[in-house]
């Protein structure tokens, strides 16, 4: 063994020698509870409630307050992988759907962001469901920026009901209902589904810790097959599927459970 290859070898056990496995962990849990500007993630548990009672006492347990309200309104842009999504919401409105529910889209980053890309049909109607205090927030957002009539919001989840199209991104993590739950309690289902920037793993179901900065929340990440299989029951059928590249899910000291990309889908509503 070369002399590079043995101080390499030295470095690696080092680093996971059980003391200084330790100071990382401790280390790493303080960054955690302090952080005010990172998007965080920390450990595996088997639900949403093991996960929020982990959850250090420095922030509120969800987005319903006034600080995470603010956090989007400096991101009304596209990002590289948006462009899939953008391309079947337009294919929707080019085949006569009309109204969009923008499921968890905060003050309307997403209707800002593609507003200048996409051709909105004139009867457009779209709806952001957000939290209380988010949706409120993009009240006000909405009409600082002078926005069209056709933009709303709601903090009502049945409000998808009777929906042309539903478009969740970045959203199904955090919601307490899966996407098939809240399908299931709909009289009237959307006829499309475009589903973008969601925790999908190739083959485990779980929950992390999320730290946004402003808040802790659990991060519900599912695995592909049952969430595709979860959809389709619902009387969907998959018209298309992709990799969200560059978006990453980073979870220190818990191997086999981060992400390289996200996903994103299209289900349409079978015949």
Same mark, same amino acid.
């Given at each position: 063994?070369?002399?590079?290859?043995?101080?390499?070898?030295?470095?690696?056990?080092?680093?996971?020698?059980?003391?200084?496995?330790? &100071?990382?962990?401790?280390?790493?849990?303080?960054?955690?509870?302090?952080?005010?500007?990172?998007?965080?993630?920390?450990?595996?548990?088997?639900? !949403?409630?093991?996960?929020?009672?982990?959850?250090?006492?420095?922030?509120?347990?969800?987005?319903? /307050?006034?600080?995470?309200?603010?956090?989007?309104?400096?991101?009304?842009?596209?990002?590289?992988?948006?462009?899939?999504?953008?391309?079947?919401?337009?294919?929707?409105?080019?085949?006569?759907?009309?109204?969009?529910?923008? &499921?968890?889209?905060? %003050?309307?980053?997403?209707?800002?962001?593609?507003?200048?890309?996409?051709?909105?049909?004139?009867?457009?109607?779209?709806?952001?469901?957000?939290?209380?205090? %988010?949706?409120?927030?993009?009240?006000?957002?909405?009409?600082?920026?002078?926005?069209?009539?056709?933009?709303?919001?709601?903090?009502?989840?049945?409000?998808?009901?009777?929906?042309?199209? &539903?478009?969740?991104?970045?959203?199904?993590?955090?919601?307490?209902?899966?996407?098939?739950?809240?399908? !299931?309690?709909?009289?009237?289902?959307?006829?499309?589904? %475009?589903?973008?920037?969601?925790?999908?793993?190739?083959?485990?179901?779980?929950?992390?810790?999320?730290?946004?900065?402003?808040?802790?929340?659990?991060?519900?990440?599912?695995?592909?097959?049952?969430?595709?299989?979860? %959809?389709?029951?619902?009387?969907?059928? &998959?018209?298309?599927?992709?990799? /969200?590249?560059?978006?990453?899910?980073?979870?220190?000291?818990?191997?086999?459970?981060?992400?390289?990309?996200?996903?994103?889908?299209?289900?349409?509503?079978? !015949?």
């Amino acid at each position: 063994m070369g002399a590079f290859a043995w101080m390499h070898g030295a470095l690696d056990a080092l680093h996971d020698a059980p003391g200084v496995w330790h &100071l990382r962990r401790a280390s790493a849990e303080r960054k955690f509870a302090a952080n005010t500007r990172s998007n965080l993630f920390r450990g595996v548990f088997d639900s !949403a409630e093991a996960a929020l009672a982990s959850a250090p006492k420095t922030r509120p347990l969800s987005y319903d /307050n006034a600080d995470s309200a603010e956090l989007y309104l400096r991101r009304l842009k596209i990002d590289d992988y948006d462009h899939p999504s953008m391309f079947w919401l337009q294919n929707g409105f080019q085949a006569g759907l009309r109204s969009v529910v923008d &499921l968890g889209g905060s %003050v309307g980053i997403k209707y800002f962001a593609f507003s200048p890309f996409i051709d909105f049909p004139a009867d457009l109607r779209w709806r952001v469901i957000d939290m209380p205090a %988010v949706a409120r927030r993009g009240r006000e957002f909405a009409a600082s920026r002078g926005a069209p009539s056709h933009l709303s919001f709601s903090d009502d989840v049945a409000d998808i009901d009777g929906i042309d199209m &539903l478009f969740v991104s970045g959203t199904l993590q955090y919601l307490p209902q899966t996407l098939d739950q809240i399908l !299931a309690s709909l009289a009237r289902k959307p006829r499309r589904i %475009v589903v973008n920037t969601t925790a999908i793993h190739p083959t485990r179901d779980f929950f992390t810790l999320n730290s946004i900065g402003t808040a802790f929340c659990a991060y519900r990440v599912q695995s592909r097959d049952r969430f595709v299989d979860s %959809v389709l029951a619902q009387g969907y059928t &998959l018209r298309d599927e992709w990799r /969200n590249i560059g978006k990453q899910l980073r979870l220190p000291f818990s191997p086999g459970h981060g992400l390289e990309d996200y996903k994103g889908f299209c289900f349409e509503a079978s !015949a």
